[in-house]
């Protein structure tokens, strides 16, 4: 079993910085057989890929957020950041932790989807940026 929990959400104005964490608990499970990535859903519109990261660090990012978001993880706290710089209010929406269990790889996953292939999430954490 697998519990996610995220942190670190808040209001920012335009230009500024957040940085989310997520805590994962895991039972009879291993933190590194996990894809790990962020997820966000604004009011009104589907919920889209904002990051993925594998157990060996490689990472991949919507065009959205290049450049200016960095996800990483740490194995051994089973943790996992987002560092969201130069935010803008586009970017307003629920975040949302996620876990899909591939035994380390993100290989084949598409942000696009919207993370419909992750089988476990957290309870989101809200982030708001103003003009």
């Known amino acids: 079993q697998v519990q996610l929990v995220e942190s670190g959400g808040g209001s920012v104005q335009a230009g500024g910085s957040l940085r989310l964490s997520c805590t994962a608990s895991?039972?009879?499970?291993?933190?590194?057989?996990?894809?790990m990535g962020w997820f966000r859903q604004a009011p009104g519109k589907e919920r889209e890929g904002v990051a993925t990261?594998?157990?060996?660090?490689?990472?991949n990012y919507a065009d959205s957020v290049k450049g200016r978001f960095t996800i990483s993880r740490d194995n051994a706290k089973n943790s996992l950041y987002l560092q969201m710089s130069s935010l803008k209010p586009e970017d307003t929406a629920m975040y949302y932790c996620?876990?899909?269990?591939?035994?380390?790889?993100?290989?084949?996953?598409?942000?696009?989807?919207?993370?419909?292939?992750?089988?476990?999430w957290g309870q989101g954490t809200q982030v708001t940026v103003s003009s």
């Open positions: 996620a876990a899909k269990k591939t035994y380390g790889p993100c290989d084949g996953v598409k942000l696009q989807l919207g993370g419909v292939d992750f089988g476990y």
């Open positions: 990261i594998s157990n060996g660090g490689k990472t």
């Open positions: 895991m039972y009879m499970e291993s933190y590194s057989w996990y894809c």
